[in-house]
């Protein structure tokens, strides 16, 4: 914790009070805190209590001071190895899930590059509110990390689920953030994510449903254990936020191949997690295709590279790479010859007969079979805690090639 840089947000709750506590814990704790404060939120708690327990000015307008200097949020969000936003209230989640950007707060967190938290603060009606429950599951689909509420007595004096995590909590959230192994350091990593687009006229594509929520998980867990990561990323809306990521975006299953290429001689750790389209049309008509023939349409389709088969066939022994597999049937039977035929160290196999598993979801079931004939499966877990057990199965192949 020592000198690390963390913003505390603060929106308006009446657990505002708690992040004053928070805010306390992290600086005992050697961390250098900045607080933003929204100005409806300075009714919860003051700014001269936040300076005073931070050390440093409170931040709340655009307006830093009466000769008109300007509080510069892309220098706040760039200078943060963390960025907490608690209590967040319902309107604040709401804003950062739609980038509604009406306070410094939300400059703030669209302009930070480091990973964000954020513990929702709320009565239990709005907590359980349909769009509250989206918001909250589109800021986790962008990789923000939600401290969950607690259940307990709400302001109202109601009793149910909306209570802020006690600051403690949430300072052992943030401990564990940093103190987070960083048994990947020096290594580089490549990630495959989200489907491909493949061009049939201006106006259509052949895709699928794959959201990059895996590979954007994956990406980010290698890059919190001290990684290097390219991020090769297909049509996908996910924003990523760990400074050690450099995204590529790509749209077709041949631009894929060719950032794949370009990059994967000087990769130790490439996982293919996208959802590559196997064939691509033959032709692209340069303008729409029209409604002319009565019978149907047919599209002449030829089969695009397949990514992990090439890395798989050039790698050499001190690089690993990692596939997926979806299945509908036979799962491990297909899963063990795609682990054969790409050469790859282990398959992921994900089946879409789990509930809860597979595309769009915020949750994965998968099973690791790799090519020393071992199999391990693991329970249904959110896709950052799949993504905790993906990386740990590579560490364990890094410390042999490495020994
Ligand atoms: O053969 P199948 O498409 O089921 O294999 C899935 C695995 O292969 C995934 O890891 C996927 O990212 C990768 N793949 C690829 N290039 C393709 C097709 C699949 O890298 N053209």
């Given amino acids: 914790m020592k000198n690390k840089k963390i913003i505390i947000a603060i929106s308006a709750s009446i657990a505002a009070y708690k992040a004053a506590f928070l ?136 009793n149910g689920k909306g209570r802020m995590a006690e600051p403690e909590e949430i300072f052992s959230v943030i401990e564990k953030h940093f103190n987070s192994e960083q048994d990947l350091l020096g290594k580089i990593a490549l990630v495959t994510a989200g489907p491909t687009y493949e061009i049939i006229d201006p106006v259509r594509f052949i895709g699928n449903y794959s959201s990059g929520k895996m590979g954007f998980a994956l990406a980010e867990e290698l890059a919190n254990r001290g990684a290097l990561v390219t991020l090769i990323a297909g049509p996908v809306e996910i924003i990523h936020h760990h400074k050690n990521i450099t995204r590529i975006n790509v749209h077709s299953a041949t631009q894929m191949f060719e950032a794949v290429n370009e990059n994967f001689s000087t990769t130790n750790i490439a996982i293919m997690c996208a959802a590559v389209a196997d064939y691509s049309p033959i032709t692209v008509a340069d303008e729409k295709i029209k409604k002319q023939n009565e019978e149907g349409l047919t599209i002449e389709l030829k089969k695009t590279k397949d990514i992990l088969k090439h890395i798989g066939s050039i790698k050499t022994n001190k690089q690993i790479v990692v596939g997926f597999a979806l299945e509908t049937n036979h799962e491990e039977e297909n899963a063990l010859i795609k682990l054969k035929e790409k050469k790859a160290d282990f398959i992921v196999l994900n089946s879409l007969q789990t509930p809860g598993a597979g595309f769009k979801h915020n949750t994965n079931q998968i099973t690791i079979l790799k090519n020393s004939g071992e199999k391990i499966a693991f329970n249904l877990k959110s896709k950052n805690d799949v993504a905790i057990d993906i990386v740990n199965e590579i560490v364990k192949i890094t410390n042999t090639i490495d020994a």
């Fill in 23 to 158: 805010v306390r814990l992290l600086v005992k704790a050697g961390a250098n805190v900045k607080v933003i404060i929204t100005p409806a939120a300075k009714e919860f708690v003051t700014p001269l209590t936040l300076s005073t327990l931070s050390k440093n000015p409170v931040f709340s307008d655009f307006v830093l001071n009466k000769n008109g200097e300007w509080t510069n949020h892309v220098d706040l969000g760039l200078w943060a190895d963390l960025m907490v936003i608690a209590p967040a209230s319902a309107n604040t989640i709401a804003k950062m899930a739609n980038g509604i950007c009406d306070n410094l707060l939300i400059a703030t967190y669209l302009s930070a590059k480091c990973p964000i938290m954020f513990g929702p603060a709320m009565d239990l009606d709005m907590f359980i509110h349909p769009t509250t429950v989206q918001n909250c599951a589109k800021l986790q689909s962008f990789g923000n990390i939600m401290i969950d509420a607690n259940e307990g007595e709400l302001a109202s004096g109601l």
